[in-house]
């Protein structure tokens, strides 16, 4: 996707963020919003607030008083990526809203799988899962000259679409720092009438998600990492035109109806995939911090999250560090390794220092690792609470780490 004409928050704009997240303090630097990011004050007052209320009437009551605000949390969802309210359905994850659109889609022995090398380490397990299972192939595409995924080869690909089942796709990757062109892939895979899935748990909060212009058919997310939402929480996008062609794979009495003694019905829409337990609190918290984004504008947080990370690199290659991202353009995540000190080290180093930061391993991303032959990466990620002067001290930090373990 384009980048939009946005300009990044203002050190002043960036300040009033800050002052109304609890984690963004002076003796915190928090460079791990792609594992999980920082709440504003409004999400943690929701969810208490809710809890509280389920502690005082009980758990049934309490659900019963929040039943709009309830309804509103996928209307936020919905006008956040340009999607109906009835094509959102609410998840304890990512990675269960993605296995409820993977696995409810139609899959014959021989048939193929299309994926890229990029893809997250959960879904790999499903493909193996439903190659192990179902019979099917796993079709990888490679990447193109810039990392990202060769549109050229999956339109070669899908020249033969008898036997295509799936196109999936990580939108922004656990590692490497690359955006896929998932707009591109979404073109080709409307063209050829294939299911398209977007892993987009890394890119909703941090860019411009619209799901009409990708042409998606299924989407998920989660509530913890870019849009500073409570863990525990996440959303599947359902188009509702794809829901004639798919089943879920394991409804429950509230995503079907039991309509008589030996049958069901479906419920409308994306509910479908839903069950009926849930944390009602967590489910209000991620509509708060949806809501929060929106406040501020997406696009101005991409702007700003495109700006921190461009920086970063910068800095962490002029003190000798080498970057492994990728891409065209490249998201709020940021990977780099040195020789000279492993990543498990420079990553103790920062949190020693009061700096939050993650290391990538195999499990996450092995086809992308063995690909380029990775080793483990520092994975530092920013968003729009990030200050110049936070990344001066994270890299700073990082060069001490580095000059005490080399010779002289």
Not at 52 to 79: C, F, H, P, W
Not at 132 to 145: A, L, N, Y
Not at 271 to 282: C, D, K, L, N, V
Not at 337 to 362: D, E, H
């Amino acid at each position: 996707m384009t980048v939009p004409l946005a300009v990044p928050l203002t050190e002043n704009e960036i300040a009033d963020v800050r002052s109304s997240a609890p984690g963004c303090t002076d003796t915190l630097i928090h460079l791990n919003h792609c594992g999980s990011s920082l709440p504003d004050q409004r999400v943690l007052d929701v969810q208490v607030g809710h809890l509280q209320l389920e502690a005082t009437i009980g758990g049934y009551e309490a659900a019963k008083v929040m039943v709009d605000a309830d309804a509103n949390v996928a209307s936020s969802i919905a006008r956040m990526i340009e999607a109906e309210s009835s094509e959102i359905a609410r998840f304890g994850s990512a990675a269960e809203a993605w296995n409820a659109a993977f696995w409810s889609i139609p899959m014959e022995r021989g048939q193929r799988i299309i994926v890229h090398d990029h893809e997250y380490g959960a879904n790999a397990i499903a493909f193996i899962h439903a190659a192990k299972t179902r019979g099917i192939v796993i079709d990888r595409v490679p990447s193109d000259e810039d990392g990202q995924v060769s549109v050229d080869a999956l339109a070669q690909r899908l020249k033969q679409v008898d036997d295509v089942a799936l196109i999936s796709l990580t939108h922004v990757p656990t590692n490497g720092g690359l955006v896929n062109p998932a707009v591109e892939v979404g073109r080709l895979a409307n063209a050829a009438r294939v299911p398209y899935l977007l892993d987009a748990c890394q890119s909703v909060g941090q860019r411009i998600v619209d799901v009409d212009e990708i042409g998606c058919d299924f989407l998920s997310a989660t509530g913890r990492k870019f849009l500073r939402g409570p863990r525990g929480t996440g959303f599947l996008y359902a188009r509702t035109a794809i829901l004639d062609r798919v089943t879920p794979s394991q409804p429950d009495h509230h995503g079907a109806d039991w309509s008589s003694t030996d049958d069901y019905t479906f419920a409308d829409g994306a509910q479908r995939f839903e069950y009926w337990e849930y944390s009602h609190a967590g489910w209000l918290g991620l509509g708060a911090a949806v809501d929060v984004a929106l406040e501020i504008g997406v696009d101005r947080i991409q702007a700003t999250i495109t700006e921190r990370a461009a920086q970063l690199r910068v800095m962490l290659a002029d003190i000798g560090m080498t970057i492994y991202d990728e891409g065209i353009e490249q998201s709020g995540i940021v990977t780099t390794a040195t020789p000279s000190v492993s990543s498990a080290n420079l990553q103790a180093a920062l949190g020693r220092a009061g700096v939050n930061a993650s290391v990538t391993f195999v499990g996450s991303s092995r086809y992308d690792v063995e690909r380029r032959n990775l080793p483990p990466l520092l994975r530092l990620s920013v968003h729009c609470t990030t200050t110049i002067t936070e990344l001066e001290r994270a890299v700073e930090v990082l060069e001490q780490a580095t000059e005490v373990s080399t010779p002289h």
